[in-house]
DNA sequence: CCAATTCATAGCAATATGGTATGAATTAGA
DNA sequence: TCTAATTCATACCATATTGCTATGAATTGG
């Protein structure tokens, strides 16, 4: 049940570059530096994020990437299912014709409850919550560090 | 985020052992035949069970599992976080104190709010609401047999 | 044209998953 | 007391997944 490197850096780079996307698109190189991250496995968590329209890419040199939407309009579960593939503990959960003993399993209702609990949560956190709590958090650090 | 075998084959097993055991103690053997399941990796999964308190063994000839509570007090939230290790999506949701970051962790509420999300789920289903639905289905198919 | 970039694919080491195999320890019942 | 039935404890192994590296083609601003 534990997410992946994939699902975390997935919202790494989310953050990065929703705060770093102000004068145009964002480099891998520069996430990469940022986020002290490998590029090249950078790049293959990102090219799903573009697969999920989440980002889109701009090719070519000074290219990068964006977000395609705003902040507050992309949640967790976009993300994570994004780069993990699924939050269902089961992928009955999800599409329940996937199973042909759907209807006389006796464990689907227990899937389907956790399926919606973790959606319901990861669905009402948006990115722009994540942005904010950054940016609280670093302005903290930042008066600590002038108190000091 | 996927469920493994163990967590689910510990669910089937604990089903199995909650549905047999009027007249005493369940053996592995009877358990693998029933619920199709290899009775060396069986013996794993339920040997944690055992360790987690969730069932006791009898050794021995004659000897078996039983379950250690009564089906009511166990909950599928007991049964899985023993099979599957957690259910917490990040270490640090189970014990913040883990992860010397995790104060200025952008994420660490994401992670705890699908933990919390998850446990209370899973905490509030038992095991003898499973039973009860597995003997409501099996009257179900019965009826449908008898009426063809 | 060229340097900076994304895009696509292949490969690979480490770890986790899903088992199998062997045999010792325990004990009810003949 | 013997024996068959059972759990308990390890060790092993094939396969899949994860996490990451490598190479090079395609694209494009300057």
């Given at each position: 049940m534990?997410v992946?490197t994939k699902?975390?850096?997935?919202?790494?780079?989310?953050?990065?570059?929703?705060?770093?996307?102000?004068?145009?698109?964002?480099?891998?190189?520069?996430?990469?530096?940022?986020?002290?991250?490998?590029?090249?496995?950078?790049?293959?968590?990102?090219s799903?994020l573009?697969k999920?329209d989440?980002?889109?890419?701009?090719?070519?040199?000074?290219?990068g990437?964006k977000l395609?939407?705003?902040?507050?309009?992309i949640?967790?579960a976009?993300?994570?299912?994004?780069?993990?593939?699924s939050?269902?503990?089961?992928?009955?959960?999800?599409?329940?014709?996937s199973?042909?003993?759907?209807?006389d399993?006796?464990?689907?209702?227990?899937?389907?409850e956790m399926?919606?609990?973790?959606?319901?949560t990861a669905?009402?956190?948006?990115?722009?919550?994540?942005?904010?709590r950054?940016r609280?958090?670093h302005?903290?650090?930042?008066?600590?560090?002038?108190?000091?």
């Amino acid at each position: 049940m534990k997410v992946s490197t994939k699902g975390r850096y997935g919202l790494r780079i989310m953050l990065d570059i929703a705060l770093n996307s102000e004068n145009g698109c964002v480099s891998i190189k520069d996430i990469a530096e940022r986020e002290q991250l490998s590029d090249k496995y950078l790049e293959q968590i990102i090219s799903t994020l573009v697969k999920a329209d989440l980002v889109s890419s701009v090719r070519g040199a000074r290219g990068g990437y964006k977000l395609k939407r705003e902040a507050a309009l992309i949640s967790v579960a976009d993300i994570l299912k994004a780069t993990e593939g699924s939050l269902a503990p089961m992928s009955c959960a999800e599409d329940n014709g996937s199973c042909e003993r759907y209807c006389d399993c006796v464990f689907s209702f227990v899937w389907e409850e956790m399926y919606k609990a973790v959606m319901d949560t990861a669905g009402h956190i948006t990115l722009n919550d994540i942005v904010e709590r950054s940016r609280k958090l670093h302005t903290v650090i930042e008066k600590e560090e002038t108190e000091l």
